[in-house]
C-alpha cells in the first residue's frame, strides 16, 4: 500500500516512474485503449473544499480505470459532526479501497492514513497540493522533453503550489527560483528541503530578477481557498508580483507558463499573457486527469 500525502515521501525514481505510468495512461485513452486496472475497486473522495478541477478529474479518471468513485462533503461526513478522524478512517477502510481528500490540515490527511489501512491520496491542502505538481511536471515534460537541468521560477504566495513545486522541481533534476513578498515565504521545513540542493534554489524578493534565465514559470492566485478575508491586504502586498511582458522578456526564447487555475487576470498574471500561453495551461489542466490516474493506479493497483 502506497500513500501520496505529500511529495517530500515520495523518492524521485517513484515521482519519474508516476510520471512515465501518466503518460502511458494518457497515450492509451487517445487512442481508445482501455485499461480497467481498478476494475471493482470503489474510491471515496472528501471534499471539505470545493473544487472543479479534482472532483472531476478524479471521477472521470476513476471510472476510466475500471473502478465506481464515491463523491463525500463533509455535509455527508459524520466528521463534519465532530467525529475524530481517525474513527472516520478505520470505518472508511472497511467500505473503501482508498481515499482521496482535498481539506484545509495536512494534519487531517496525515491522520487519516494513520489511522486507515487504505492508501490515502491528498487532493490538496493548506500545505501541498502534490496531485498539481506531477500534472506540472507531465506538462512540461510533453513541451520541452525533460525535465533535468531546466529552471523553474515561481511568483507569488509561499502557499500550497510553492511548496510542492520546490519539492517537484528539485526532486526531479530542475532548478527552482521563487519570488515573494516578506513575510510570504514557504514554510522552513520546505526551505530546509531545498537547503539540500545548494545553489538549485533561490528565494528572491525581486520577480523579474528570479524569472532571470527560466524555462518555465509558474504562478497562482494571490488569495487562496478560505483566505478571502485577506483579499485586499494580500492584493496590496503582491503588487509587482505578476507575470508580464516585462517579466516574460528576461526569461529563455520558448518559456512555458503554466498557472493551475482558476486565474485571476490583471492580478498574478496579464490577459495577454494568459492567453499566449493557454495552450500549456489547459494541457496542464488536462493531464490532471492523467497524472492522478497513475497516483490512483500506484496507490491502489
Not at 479518471?61 to 474513527?87: A, C, H, K, T, W
Not at 514559470?217 to 516585462?246: H, L, P
Amino acid at each position: 500500500m502506497k500513500n501520496l500525502l505529500k511529495l517530500e515521501d515520495w523518492s524521485p525514481r517513484e515521482i519519474i516512474d508516476c510520471l512515465n505510468l501518466a503518460d502511458q495512461l494518457k497515450y492509451e485513452q487517445k487512442h481508445g485503449i482501455e485499461h480497467k486496472v481498478l476494475k471493482g475497486k470503489t474510491l471515496g473522495m472528501i471534499f471539505e473544499k470545493a473544487s472543479t478541477r479534482t472532483r472531476v478529474s478524479f471521477e472521470v479518471g476513476m471510472v476510466q480505470l475500471g473502478g465506481y468513485p464515491l463523491f463525500l462533503s463533509s455535509n455527508d461526513l459524520q466528521i463534519g459532526r465532530g467525529e475524530p478522524v481517525e474513527d472516520t478512517a478505520r470505518v472508511l477502510s472497511r467500505f473503501l479501497d482508498g481515499i482521496m481528500i482535498r481539506t484545509f490540515k495536512q494534519e487531517e490527511v496525515e491522520n487519516l492514513a494513520k489511522y486507515g489501512d487504505i492508501p490515502v491520496i491528498n487532493g490538496l491542502t493548506d500545505y501541498c497540493h502534490p496531485c498539481q505538481v506531477l500534472a506540472d511536471l507531465m506538462t512540461i515534460r510533453e513541451f520541452k522533453d525533460r525535465l533535468e537541468g531546466l529552471k523553474m521560477c515561481f511568483i507569488g504566495d509561499g502557499n500550497n503550489m510553492m511548496n510542492s513545486l520546490i519539492v517537484g522541481a528539485l526532486s526531479t533534476g530542475m532548478s527552482i527560483s521563487v519570488a515573494c513578498p516578506e513575510n510570504f515565504e514557504p514554510p522552513q521545513h520546505i526551505l530546509n528541503f531545498a537547503a539540500q540542493y545548494g545553489d538549485k534554489f533561490t528565494m528572491l524578493r525581486n520577480p523579474v530578477e528570479a524569472a532571470q534565465g527560466a524555462d518555465v514559470v509558474c504562478t497562482d492566485v494571490w488569495a487562496s481557498m478560505g483566505q478571502e478575508q485577506e483579499r485586499i491586504a494580500r492584493c496590496e502586498a503582491f503588487k509587482g508580483y505578476q507575470v508580464n511582458k516585462e517579466l516574460m522578456s528576461v526569461t529563455n526564447t520558448d518559456c512555458m507558463v503554466l498557472h493551475c487555475l482558476p486565474a485571476h487576470r490583471g492580478e498574478e498574471i496579464t490577459a495577454d499573457i494568459f492567453e499566449e500561453h493557454a495552450k500549456e495551461i489547459f494541457e496542464e489542466s488536462e493531464n490532471r486527469l492523467h497524472a492522478q490516474k497513475a497516483v490512483m493506479v500506484k496507490c491502489m493497483g
